[in-house]
């Protein structure tokens, strides 16, 4: 490596530092984190109201950040984009400090379109915000669980009368959302091993190096390949017996398949809420307009973020 080469590595270092310790401490991480542990090759972040919370695989990081141990890099990111802000909940816009949330490095685009950024009144932004908050008794259909961290949440929330049902493709994932699951206790949720598609059979996995899955092609820069079980939601619903009142979709590119496969069943919900991103696209473009286009059809009210984060909702009588 060459002196600018080297110069230029240290800056990009110094950048990562400054940006990862401001977003840690805007949204006061440290100050919910007892301890860190392992467990295997799984990360065990415990929290000052006495939750273990695993976080997925150690992470090879070298870079100090507000110290953090060697190796919890990653599962502190995942804390807090997983646990203090779940995909399913697009409440609560998560901090960036002084730099604009829309351009901020390492937050998905789930925390880049929450319902603040929706374009209307603060009334109306907070009648959707009501109508989209998980009760006790709701059903859940979580699509890409990843490691289990929303889940809890998700069981905890509908409480004994309701029901969650996660499905997660990576292997590694599954394993870990089985431990945050069996250590909290909660006999609510369950998991499908598999990806929700719109077909029953066996499908590629494509792996990134970050963990992104998909079963699209060119939606991620893959790393490795498996071939796993898919399900399409009626299959899922019937194996479950799940009748969801929110289904959330973490799926990277099979959206809209998904939902197009499903027309018949989704008309069939009397009340169904649907979170599910749009800023994908595939030959014919970006799949949020059809999406939206999709679910107006049958039925579901629609609002979405400028960078495409859709929220549906559809009333459809008594249960």
């Given at each position: 490596?060459?002196?600018?080469?080297?110069?230029?590595?240290?800056?990009?270092?110094?950048?990562?530092?400054?940006?990862?310790t401001?977003?840690?401490?805007?949204?006061?991480?440290?100050?919910?984190?007892?301890?860190?542990?392992?467990?295997?090759?799984?990360?065990?972040?415990?929290?000052?109201?006495?939750?273990?919370?695993?976080?997925?695989?150690?992470?090879?990081?070298?870079?100090?950040?507000?110290?953090?141990?060697?190796?919890?890099?990653?599962?502190?990111l995942?804390?807090?984009?997983r646990?203090?802000?779940?995909?399913?909940?697009?409440?609560r816009?998560?901090?960036?400090?002084?730099?604009?949330?829309?351009?901020?490095?390492?937050?998905?685009?789930?925390?880049?379109?929450?319902?603040?950024?929706?374009?209307?009144?603060?009334?109306?932004?907070?009648?959707?915000?009501?109508?989209?908050?998980?009760?006790?008794?709701?059903?859940?259909?979580?699509?890409?669980?990843?490691?289990?961290?929303?889940?809890?949440?998700?069981?905890?929330?509908?409480?004994?009368?309701?029901?969650?049902?996660?499905?997660?493709?990576?292997?590694?994932?599954?394993?870990?959302?089985?431990?945050?699951?069996?250590?909290?206790?909660?006999?609510?949720?369950?998991?499908?091993?598999g990806?929700?598609?719109?077909?029953?059979?066996m499908?590629?996995?494509?792996?990134?190096?970050?963990?992104?899955?998909?079963?699209?092609?060119?939606?991620?820069?893959?790393?490795?390949?498996?071939?796993?079980?898919?399900?399409s939601?009626?299959?899922?619903?019937?194996?479950?017996?799940?009748?969801?009142?929110?289904?959330?979709?973490?799926?990277?590119?099979?959206?809209?398949?998904?939902?197009e496969?499903?027309?018949?069943?989704?008309?069939s919900?009397?009340?169904?809420?649907?979170?599910?991103?749009?800023?994908?696209?595939?030959?014919?473009?970006?799949?949020?307009?059809?999406?939206?286009?999709?679910?107006?059809?049958?039925?579901?009210?629609?609002?979405?973020?400028?960078?495409?984060?859709?929220?549906?909702?559809?009333?459809r009588?008594?249960?």
């Open positions: 490596m060459n002196r600018g080469d080297s110069v230029l590595k240290n800056v990009k270092a110094a950048a990562k530092k400054a940006l990862l401001q977003l840690f401490d805007v949204n006061h991480v440290g100050a919910l984190i007892r301890s860190f542990d392992s467990q295997g090759p799984d990360s065990v972040i415990e929290l000052n109201d006495g939750q273990r919370l695993f976080c997925g695989p150690m992470d090879d990081a070298i870079l100090s950040v507000r110290g953090i141990p060697d190796g919890f890099l990653r599962p502190t995942n804390l807090l984009m646990h203090m802000y779940p995909h399913y909940d697009p409440s816009p998560i901090r960036t400090g002084l730099v604009p949330r829309r351009i901020y490095p390492f937050l998905h685009p789930q925390h880049k379109n929450t319902f603040g950024d929706l374009k209307m009144s603060k009334h109306s932004r907070a009648e959707i915000m009501e109508e989209f908050k998980v009760r006790a008794g709701d059903q859940v259909l979580e699509a890409g669980a990843y490691l289990g961290l929303g889940t809890r949440k998700i069981a905890r929330k509908v409480g004994s009368r309701g029901k969650v049902v996660s499905v997660e493709a990576h292997h590694d994932a599954q394993r870990v959302w089985k431990l945050n699951l069996d250590n909290e206790g909660l006999g609510n949720a369950s998991l499908i091993e990806a929700l598609s719109d077909k029953d059979g499908a590629t996995l494509e792996v990134s190096s970050n963990q992104s899955t998909t079963l699209i092609s060119g939606i991620i820069d893959p790393e490795r390949f498996f071939h796993v079980p898919e399900f939601l009626a299959s899922v619903l019937a194996t479950t017996g799940l009748k969801p009142d929110l289904i959330v979709l973490t799926i990277n590119g099979a959206e809209l398949s998904v939902l496969a499903s027309r018949e069943l989704l008309v919900l009397p009340r169904c809420r649907v979170i599910t991103p749009g800023w994908y696209s595939d030959q014919d473009g970006l799949l949020g307009p059809r999406i939206v286009s999709l679910l107006q059809h049958l039925g579901f009210k629609v609002h979405v973020t400028p960078g495409w984060h859709v929220f549906a909702s559809a009333h009588g008594d249960v």
